[in-house]
């Protein structure tokens, strides 16, 4: 087990619906990712946060909003998604924001009808 | 933008050959970093190399760095049906967030 829990494992939702993935790590490391991982792409940093503070936003739209309350958990609030948001939405966690290591959860599968 | 290539993206090989896998970039790297996601799973780090012409093996897995520090490759000796997957190079160069390639996704038949 890599210590990064994701929930839901897999979520369905339609397009108007508002809905929320949370990801939690063990490590006691200081920066927390979302990457986005479809289809014949490769993985795309979403959005980068260190020490709880957000430090890189790779210009996603604004219907994704993330949180990091505590160095531990990171959430990504979803709102008026479209289908060509359907993807697998991997956390992972480094011990600083240097890009060292990154330790994945083991994502959601996300699929917007 | 800047962009890790990452060749090839399939390869299917007979259990016991051999297999490589390149990653190039046209700018320097700081470091690159090798990941293998199983069909299902998600990525799992290998290894970081991080000096120019650096070699490092792990078991039947070799990786190499560039001496120009803009390529790497993955080689595995004598593949087996466990090394199924895609395997993921990821760079950061300077001043920029990790770049992952496309992958390449290694078949295994016995």
């Known amino acids: 087990e890599t210590g990064v829990t994701q929930t839901p494992r897999h979520l369905v939702m339609g397009m108007t619906n508002k809905k929320s993935l949370k990801c939690e790590q063990h490590l006691g490391h200081n920066a927390m990712y979302w990457y986005k991982q479809s289809a014949k792409k490769p993985l795309e940093l979403m959005f980068v946060?260190?020490?709880?503070?957000?430090?890189e936003n790779n210009s996603v739209p604004s219907r994704f909003s993330p949180e990091c309350p505590n160095s531990s958990h990171l959430f990504l609030h979803l709102h008026t998604l479209q289908p060509e948001d359907s993807a697998l939405y991997l956390c992972?966690?480094?011990?600083?924001?240097?890009?060292?290591?990154?330790?994945f959860g083991p994502g959601t599968r996300l699929t917007v009808l | 933008g800047q962009q890790v290539m990452q060749i090839p993206q399939y390869q299917h090989v007979q259990e016991g050959e051999d297999f490589t896998t390149y990653c190039n970039s046209s700018t320097t790297l700081s470091n690159i970093q090798w990941y293998k996601q199983r069909p299902g799973g998600h990525p799992v780090f290998l290894i970081q190399l991080v000096k120019s012409g650096e070699v490092k093996k792990q078991k039947r897995l070799t990786f190499q760095f560039g001496e120009a520090k803009k390529n790497s490759s993955l080689h595995i000796t004598a593949t087996q049906t466990t090394d199924v997957g895609t395997y993921f190079c990821?760079?950061?160069?300077?001043?920029?967030?990790?770049?992952f390639g496309k992958g390449t996704t290694l078949s295994v038949s016995s």
């Open positions: 992972a966690s480094s011990q600083d924001s240097a890009f060292g290591e990154q330790f």
């Open positions: 990821a760079s950061r160069q300077a001043g920029t967030a990790l770049i």
């Open positions: 946060y260190s020490l709880e503070e957000r430090v």
